[in-house]
């Protein structure tokens, strides 16, 4: 599939800058020091020419109002974010200059059938019954705004040639995590007991990439002749879905780039690739004259431009320092071997440290983030009653309510949680110590390591990267403070090996001990 913005002919050409930019800022708001240096310098670059600018830019430094002024400037601009919660702090900020949000059928409700609109009536057999609907009415108002505020499975799934279509400026917000939204997006599983319709061919092993894209082929045969009035309206849904990830797959059809995996517990395979270079432009970029990614931890430029397929001619690269102090938002690295193989030694350790930081910290809000449930689970188990109280476990269909309930109470409450390491704003008394017990590495398998061994370097980057995102949760302005404890001393050399590549906001922050 070709490009619609080589269909229609780039627009883009080199430019004297906007010398008015920051007079597009939100109004009722002043750019700061370092928003207007960053504006002033990402203009620069696009009106150089250049279609994709990477801004490294802190947590903190307020992200969201330099999307917007470019967007003001600019005209009609996609916004994108890596999650609800980000969506709707998006919103809260701009519903008043025209800001619209572009939501999943998920999120709206049915008034006739009583279901959500992703498994209602709404696509195949009653269209009439359910007029009118509240989720086109609000898809057809967000692809009129002027500032289209989505995440990335909404924009995903929904922008298209047809329906949303180019704009002048694409914003992707933690651009970081595009690699990683893209790969999943393309991958595809399938197992036994999960398809809405019965098929012919047995499952291949799960270890043999070609087989399993020749079911592929058999299963959308299959497919395409099976009687869909026989399906109920969520299995017609699904059906669809897995049609369009089988023949995407099919499309992009690469045996080196590719990898098969088990799936856990079921009879089948999962199919991922193992980059997206070649999907960047197709899925996301397409939509965008302009591309702006921001992210606090872009580390390198050059190779997250070629793991997204982007020419390193094409893009220009803008960072900024730390506002905020350094004492402020310390970074203490401890000296902990958090390793698997030191568990046993390392684990009761690390409950014991925990302990005397909470201690120390008995009449304050924290956070505490870990990088999966089960240390979770093992630190409330070890803590003392009184510490362990003091837990608001924040996770599943419960994790916003349980994140607002630490933000509301007004005792000293910690939050704990393996999946907040990007996206909360836990400014002020909301949080004045943070807690990291170990670095959060991806798991070593499958797709992962095929992937690592690939380029190691990668995988190290992936880690720090996300501690990195994880430190700047409780810092968002210059008055505020914390001060964050990393329990692991894998932080000391994952810093030496990686120098060159830290932002110096981030280095400068850290203090080793012991």
Not at 139 to 162: D, G, L
Request: glycine share 8%; with cysteine; proline share 6%.
């Amino acid at each position: 599939m070709g490009s619609i913005l080589a269909a229609y002919g780039d627009r883009r050409s080199q430019r004297a800058p906007l010398t008015d930019i920051l007079s597009h800022f939100p109004p009722g708001f002043t750019p700061r020091p370092i928003q207007a240096k960053a504006l002033l310098e990402i203009d620069a670059a696009f009106s150089s020419g250049k279609r994709f600018v990477f801004a490294e830019l802190p947590p903190g430094s307020g992200k969201s109002h330099l999307a917007v002024t470019l967007a003001r400037a600019y005209g009609p601009t996609y916004i994108c974010t890596l999650t609800k919660q980000l969506q709707a702090q998006y919103m809260d900020l701009f519903r008043q200059i025209g800001a619209r949000e572009l939501k999943g059928r998920s999120a709206f409700q049915c008034p006739n059938c009583g279901d959500t609109c992703a498994i209602g009536g709404k696509r195949f057999r009653y269209p009439k019954q359910c007029e009118p609907c509240d989720y086109k009415i609000a898809k057809k108002r967000a692809f009129r705004a002027p500032i289209c505020i989505c995440n990335y499975a909404s924009f995903i799934h929904n922008v298209s040639p047809t329906q949303g279509g180019l704009r002048p400026l694409l914003v992707l917000d933690e651009g970081h995590s595009v690699e990683d939204t893209l790969l999943d997006y393309i991958s595809i599983t399938i197992a036994a007991g999960t398809l809405p319709i019965p098929v012919r061919e047995p499952f291949p092993l799960a270890n043999d990439v070609d087989a399993c894209f020749d079911w592929l082929v058999g299963f959308l045969v299959d497919a395409a002749n099976y009687d869909r009035e026989r399906l109920s309206e969520k299995a017609e849904i699904e059906l669809e879905h897995l049609e369009k990830k089988a023949a995407y797959a099919l499309e992009c059809r690469d045996r080196e780039h590719w990898i098969v995996e088990p799936v856990e517990g079921k009879t089948g395979f999962a199919l991922k690739p193992l980059t997206v270079r070649s999907f960047g432009e197709e899925r996301v970029f397409q939509y965008g004259e302009r591309v702006l990614l921001m992210s606090a931890t872009i580390l390198n430029a050059e190779k997250m431009a070629d793991s997204l397929g982007i020419d390193p001619a094409e893009m220009a690269f803008v960072s900024a320092p730390c506002p905020f102090p350094k004492e402020h938002r310390q970074v203490v690295a401890s000296t902990l071997n958090m390793t698997m193989g030191h568990r046993n030694r390392s684990w009761p350790a690390m409950v014991a440290q925990i302990q005397a930081i909470m201690e120390g910290h008995s009449e304050e809000k924290g956070l505490l983030l870990t990088p999966s449930n089960e240390m979770l689970k093992y630190i409330q188990g070890g803590l003392s009653q009184d510490q362990a109280h003091r837990l608001v476990l924040a996770s599943g269909a419960t994790r916003l309510a349980e994140y607002n309930r630490h933000c509301d109470s007004t005792e000293p409450t910690v939050l704990a949680a393996c999946g907040y390491w990007e996206g909360a704003d836990l400014f002020g008394d909301r949080s004045r110590f943070q807690i990291i017990p170990a670095i959060p590495r991806p798991c070593w398998k499958g797709q992962i390591a095929a992937r690592g061994k690939m380029d190691p370097r990668w995988y190290r980057m992936k880690s720090i990267a996300k501690l990195i995102q994880g430190t700047g949760r409780s810092v968002r302005s210059g008055s505020d403070f914390c001060v964050t404890y990393v329990l692991d001393g894998a932080l000391r050399r994952e810093a030496e090996a990686l120098d060159s590549l830290l932002p110096d906001w981030f280095r400068e922050a850290i203090v080793f001990v012991g």
